[in-house]
């Protein structure tokens, strides 16, 4: 009998079954009941608790698809391994592909391929983390009444939620007009035996986000009960109920749910205990502010927790700010760094602080100020590379590669407010919510007044495409507005990966793995989404 692959792939990772194999063990008869759930939750807690540690632990881990790839390579290390991928696809993060980027075959598209390793290591990565939350979820009774039952299952279900809505928006287009289109298969607590016994197929995308739905309306029930009753989290690697107020407003902004993602996003600010970044200290040195480094940090709402002892740091350059950083050392020394789209750059304004994030066309920016900085970003780097993140601690040349990594910051909830409030219907309001975010924060002489919603949603899109950059968020952006890969102007140094890709091509699509084809009888090759040729490269403007 073949063994699903989906769910075979999830055992690589020794953490994800050493922190789980207990919670996944059922009574003799292999039927759970609620109150052996119950027990299971309230009798060992440290078992629980065990294996929420476990989903978000496997957001940053060393080489987990090594087994499954047969090969050991430097741009595997978790979710960030797909945040990377995302941003090379696009067109805004530009890099050159030498010999030392590891995103080259997501900057040409060659990823596509189902035999792609990054192919691979998306769908291992997503379903890794499903497979433990599936784990934590199957022990506890969502009927609990125990707080920390509560936090511990809402956080289990937002992750899981977390996943599926990544998935849906890298296997299939847009939401609205693909709702019967095939997603990706839907494995939950309740079918996971069954489907990794007989396999199981591609479930529809109203299907996928009907589960999502589910899954953080529940979620954001049990965390806000659970931290009215005292219940915290140690620190903000864990979902928390501003977190999947904030998931959700993702997932209406997605289904074009207008005056849902307002309300969530309105709702994830209110339960937020922290604000924006001010212009303040963004004008600070980059080493002094050590912006973009750390979960303690006011405007992160969640992100990734990395540890000095973490093997992706003592691997020294196996992790993601050896990929993305400018001032640390790592991979971007020798792969020139990575830069932002120069026609973006040319829309921001000289007072928006956050032009400073990259080198001008001098290769200066004021938040490299001191001599160290200076000539470590002249001997590696060129114009419009980035300085958005800090190294570690501050320390320029830094090889203890130790930086957390955000998954979500409080100004992305004002962004979703004030295109969600406009598209809903009002415009007026969508502009004040926009225009005071951004004067307020990053510009004071900031001054747009849209005379429609889509002017809105373009001034958004556009202000999502600066303020998030580099931070794996706008491929989503790109899917969901239905928008082209136009790669001229950009400044990509490599003729070959100036695209202008339509949208709507099936090459923006990501395909199953064949392993998982392969391996899952349920799922054929015609299920899989369409094998596309590269996109071809087109003339560049030179502005």
């Not at 060659?110 to 691979?120: A, F, K, L, P, V």
């Not at 997503?126 to 609990?144: E, Q």
């Not at 001008?360 to 114009?383: C, L, Q």
Request: glycine content about 6%; proline content about 4%.
């Amino acid at each position: 009998m073949k063994t699903k692959y989906i769910l075979a792939s999830c055992l690589v990772s020794t953490l994800a079954w050493t922190g789980c194999q207990e919670i996944d063990t059922y009574p003799e008869g292999g039927t759970v009941t609620s109150q052996q759930k119950e027990e299971v939750a309230e009798l060992n807690p440290d078992r629980a608790e065990a294996g929420v540690n476990a989903i978000f632990a496997l957001f940053s881990q060393y080489m987990p698809n090594s087994g499954a790839l047969g090969a050991e390579r430097h741009n595997d290390f978790g979710y960030p391994t797909i945040m990377l991928a995302m941003d090379a696809n696009g067109m805004d993060v530009v890099s050159d592909n030498n010999g030392y980027n590891w995103a080259g075959s997501s900057l040409d598209y060659t990823d596509r391929s189902y035999s792609s390793n990054e192919c691979q290591m998306v769908w291992n990565d997503l379903y890794s983390i499903i497979y433990a939350a599936n784990n934590v979820i199957a022990t506890i009774d969502p009927a609990t009444e125990e707080s920390a039952s509560k936090k511990f299952l809402g956080q289990a279900l937002a992750a899981r939620a977390f996943c599926y809505h990544v998935l849906a928006q890298l296997y299939q287009f847009n939401y609205v007009g693909h709702e019967t289109s095939p997603c990706v298969p839907l494995i939950t607590n309740e079918n996971s035996e069954e489907a990794a016994q007989n396999g199981i197929g591609r479930a529809t995308v109203q299907e996928v986000y009907d589960q999502i739905k589910t899954d953080l309306d529940q979620a954001i029930e049990l965390l806000t009960a659970a931290e009215e009753a005292g219940e915290t989290n140690a620190d903000k690697r864990y979902i928390n109920a501003a977190v999947a107020y904030g998931l959700r407003a993702r997932m209406n902004l997605t289904m074009q749910n207008w005056a849902e993602a307002a309300q969530d996003a309105d709702q994830a600010i209110a339960s937020f205990t922290g604000s924006p970044v001010s212009i303040e200290t963004l004008s600070l040195d980059l080493c002094t502010s050590k912006v973009f480094s750390d979960l303690s940090e006011t405007n992160w709402m969640w992100g990734i927790n990395v540890d000095e002892t973490d093997d992706v740091v003592s691997s020294g350059i196996v992790n993601w700010i050896s990929h993305m950083g400018s001032m640390n050392y790592g991979y971007a020394n020798f792969s020139l760094g990575k830069q932002i789209n120069r026609a973006l750059y040319n829309t921001i304004s000289d007072t928006d602080v956050r032009k400073h994030w990259w080198l001008d066309e001098n290769s200066e920016s004021p938040i490299v100020s001191s001599a160290e900085e200076k000539e470590w970003i002249s001997y590696y780097y060129g114009p419009y590379t980035q300085v958005k993140f800090a190294p570690y601690n501050g320390v320029v040349g830094q090889s203890t590669n130790a930086n957390d990594m955000p998954l979500m910051r409080i100004e992305e909830m004002y962004l979703i407010k004030a295109e969600a409030e406009a598209m809903s219907g009002n415009v007026g309001a969508g502009n004040n919510t926009l225009r005071d975010f951004v004067s307020t924060y990053r510009d004071p002489q900031y001054s747009f007044n849209g005379s429609s919603a889509t002017d809105i949603q373009e001034e958004v899109y556009r202000q999502r495409r600066i303020e998030l950059w580099g931070e794996g968020l706008i491929w989503f952006d790109i899917m969901r507005l239905n928008k082209p890969v136009d790669r001229r102007g950009a400044g990509f140094p490599n003729a070959p990966m100036v695209f202008n890709i339509p949208a709507g091509s099936d090459i923006l699509l990501w395909r199953i793995p064949e392993n998982e084809i392969m391996s899952n009888p349920m799922l054929e090759e015609s299920d899989n989404n369409p094998s596309a040729p590269q996109p071809q490269p087109v003339a560049d403007v030179v502005e």
